[in-house]
């Protein structure tokens, strides 16, 4: 099994819909981290959690929910989303969550997420 | 703030050329440095990295080294082929939790 996996790997949702986006990790690390990659854009970091707590929300909007019941899995729960929101969205972990510098993330596939 | 400044793209190459991409950075203390590799239709791949100054991160004949004095993580490789065609990130990580990235800089190597 591949370190960090994602699904679905492709997404197409109407602007009411719900639906949920899933990570996985097999490295045993303790920190899971949801970016956001649009096009001509920086990634941007959305929310990082540390032992199942969550450790930072970067101004992401309410629209997007994440959800990390164990230090394997990572959820976003997407809802009333944007066409702009339309994006690849990247789950990564990391062995350990401090703020030292070493500590290298490591990223999945990614979820393709197209909102009409 | 931090942030990583990296060579415009496309960049179009051919094979076995001599690979170079630009990476500079600003950062308060001393940030770890990264290169990122896309491939079409994937998610991101760490290439390689360096946590300290002068230190060189090498994987798959690319190579960077952290220079302080420049404050530069450029990439190189020899010799690339089709198969680097990609799109490549800097990136680097201070004392906080995020990944600051570049923009990317897309690699089209032709036979």
């Known amino acids: 099994e591949t370190g960090v996996t994602q699904t679905p790997r492709h997404l197409v949702m109407g602007m009411t819909n719900k639906k949920s986006l899933k990570c996985e990790q097999h490295l045993g690390h303790n920190a899971m981290y949801w970016y956001k990659q649009s096009a001509k854009k920086p990634l941007e970091l959305m929310f990082v959690y540390s032992l199942e707590e969550r450790v930072e929300n970067n101004s992401v909007p309410s629209r997007f929910s994440p959800e990390c019941p164990n230090s394997s899995h990572l959820f976003l729960h997407l809802h009333t989303l944007q066409p702009e929101d339309s994006a690849l969205y990247l789950c990564?972990?990391?062995?350990?969550?401090?703020?030292?510098?070493?500590?290298?993330?490591?990223f999945g596939p990614g979820t393709r997420l197209t909102v009409l | 703030g931090n942030s990583v400044t990296q060579m415009e793209g496309p960049v179009t190459l051919s094979e076995e050329a001599f690979l170079t991409i630009n990476c500079t950075y600003t950062a308060t203390g001393y940030p770890s440095l990264f290169w990122y590799v896309q491939y079409p239709g994937e998610g991101l791949q760490l290439l390689l990295k360096?946590?300290?100054?002068?230190d060189k991160g090498s994987n798959k004949g690319f190579e960077a080294t952290y220079r302080k004095e420049t404050t530069s993580f450029h990439l190189e490789k020899g010799s690339v082929q089709v198969s680097d065609s990609a799109v490549y990130f800097c990136a680097q990580r201070g004392s906080g939790y995020a990944l600051n990235f570049g923009k990317g800089t897309s690699l089209l190597v032709t036979p």
């Open positions: 360096a946590t300290k100054a002068d």
């Open positions: 990564a972990s990391s062995q350990d969550m401090t703020t030292s510098s070493t500590d290298t993330q490591y």
